[in-house]
């Protein structure tokens, strides 16, 4: 693996003006993509969602070639690493209100490979329940906008280091995500993870695990999802572009035996992109 390495606009930096609206006010989106064998997995998806947010947001879509261009161009001789793509709204004045003609800013970085345990993808990980709940917003729902609060509050509340993750629950109790990844179970066969029409994440590799699903013939479902349905449970995993799929053997305290579903999912995500 390289040295990290970042590229702000097309050029190789280390600083962004202090007058970016993505430090004054979270204005902006990013992507977080794995990189294996020079390869940056899911890219298209990952753009597209990219893409999309800046719509939703007002914000000028970037360039697709030239951010084609800078993250292959930081992928390039990666064994794995990973690739950060960040879009701003670009600098602005105090206030508010956004620039009638924003100019984005494109910032992509390169980072080393996470050192995560080999044994949680294969025996499974610790979870545990977040007090910090997730604001519902319609309006941000699906996004991975810049303001990521309420995870760094979440993921401040534990330090043990075999302690995988945090699950997110909205001011409902009903649960949404992890700190950084979605999360699914299993029961009586049918595959369900929740909906996110108010709020959370629509993660590239949580699309990407419905549709191996699908293709398997097993039945999948989007739905409000709580604690206790959670808890009953056979089987619950989480995901993210990283990590791919890690099988949950510990919720909150209880055991969880990662079963059948979940490993199938996992050996086929693992043929098809290596994670």
């Known amino acids: ?37 020079g390869r940056p997995v899911l ?42 793509a960040i879009v701003t709204r670009g600098s602005g004045g105090r206030g508010y209100r956004p620039p009638a003609e924003p100019r984005a800013r494109r910032v992509v970085a390169r980072h080393p490979w996470p050192d995560y345990p080999t044994r949680w993808r294969e025996q499974g990980v610790r979870v545990r329940v977040c007090a910090t709940r997730l604001g519902r ?35 409902a109790g009903r649960v949404i995500e992890g700190t950084m990844s979605n999360v699914f179970c299993v029961s009586h066969g049918v595959v369900r993870t929740p909906q996110l029409s108010a709020c959370g994440v629509a993660g590239i590799m949580r699309a990407q695990l419905l549709r191996l699903a699908d293709e398997a013939g097993l039945a999948t479902q989007e739905m409000d999802l709580s604690l206790a349905a959670l808890a009953r449970a056979d089987e619950v995993f989480v995901c ?36």
Not at 255 to 274: C, D, I, N, Y
Request: with cysteine; net charge negative.
């Open 1 to 37: 693996m390289r040295d990290s390495a970042m590229l702000i606009d097309g050029v190789p930096a280390t600083s962004l003006p202090a007058s970016d609206r993505g430090l004054h006010y979270g204005d902006g989106l990013f992507e977080t993509v794995a990189v294996v064998d």
């Open 43 to 84: 890219w298209p998806e990952h753009r597209a969602r990219l893409d999309e947010g800046c719509r939703r947001l007002g914000i000028p879509v970037a360039p697709p070639d030239a951010l084609d261009a800078e993250v292959a161009a930081l992928a390039e001789g990666q064994g794995r690493g990973v690739i950060k």
């Open 137 to 171: 917003n319609p309006a941000l729902a699906g996004l991975k906008h810049l303001n990521r609060l309420e995870q760094v509050l979440a993921r401040a509340e534990w330090s043990d280091p075999d302690m995988a993750e945090g699950l997110m629950c909205d001011e």
């Open 240 to 275: 993210n572009s990283l990590i791919g799929l890690w099988p949950v053997r510990e919720l909150d305290g209880r055991a969880l035996t990662p079963g059948p579903v979940t490993r199938a999912l996992g050996e086929r995500l693992r043929a098809v992109w290596s994670l």
